[in-house]
């Protein structure tokens, strides 16, 4: 079923890349930007690119306000900023937090933010009235961007409520990655830890864009 996504950061490459590739799957996309000239600008060009008519852009927001479902895919530094615009539109939704604690320069160096992740302190900063799911950290945003590039990195997706998750896991299907429930919010700091230890083996070995496999084969579904 189509529905309205905004990707709050959606300018920059990742959220670029999720907005292209949903959209062709058939979803409206809402760019959230912190200048609505420039949201609209960035849909203005992923329209072209994805070859779509279903990417508008908004002030951050408005954006916020106007998805069924949101993704925030700032840097980390931006992170609670802009929960705190947007926190009001955010009530009764699902929020796929993609958030990496990176801080320049050492952001081959894992680490672990006050409260255990990024997911985890944006959950208890929104309350239960949103529900964070993490996931999408360790997919090369390079590799979301370009259409033509099968995504071969795995997606762990992490989150108190499994339905929510379950949204989740279906939409990362819809953009062609597969995706795995990886548990209880807390546990998100696998997926953004794990995105430093990456950085570090694509300049050891000048890899582009190393990912994760989950390897098995699933006979049980549970929470």
Excluded at 24 to 36: N, T, Y
């Amino acid at each position: 079923m189509a529905m309205k996504i905004a990707i709050i950061g959606g300018s920059g490459a990742l959220g670029a890349g999720l907005a292209k590739r949903w959209a062709r799957a058939g979803h409206g996309i809402v760019i959230g930007s912190r200048d609505a000239g420039r949201a609209a600008e960035a849909a203005e060009r992923l329209n072209a690119e994805a070859g779509s008519s279903k990417i508008i852009g908004l002030g951050n927001p408005d954006a916020a306000v106007a998805g069924e479902i949101v993704a925030l895919t700032v840097p980390y530094a931006n992170q609670m900023p802009t929960l705190e615009a947007i926190k009001d539109g955010l009530q009764g939704k699902i929020l796929i937090d993609v958030t990496v604690p990176l801080v320049p320069p050492k952001v081959r160096t894992v680490l672990v933010p006050e409260g255990g992740s990024c997911a985890k302190a944006a959950q208890d900063y929104l309350g239960n009235g949103v529900r964070v799911v993490s996931a999408f950290q360790n997919v090369a945003a390079t590799h979301l961007d370009d259409l033509d590039h099968a995504i071969k990195c795995d997606v762990l997706v992490c989150g108190n409520d499994p339905a929510a998750r379950e949204e989740v896991v279906q939409l990362a299907a819809q953009a062609h990655m597969k995706a795995w429930h990886a548990g209880v919010i807390d546990n998100s700091i696998v997926a953004e830890a794990f995105t430093s230890a990456l950085i570090f083996i694509n300049a050891r070995y000048k890899i582009d864009g190393a990912g994760i496999r989950i390897t098995g084969t699933p006979e049980s579904v549970g929470d």
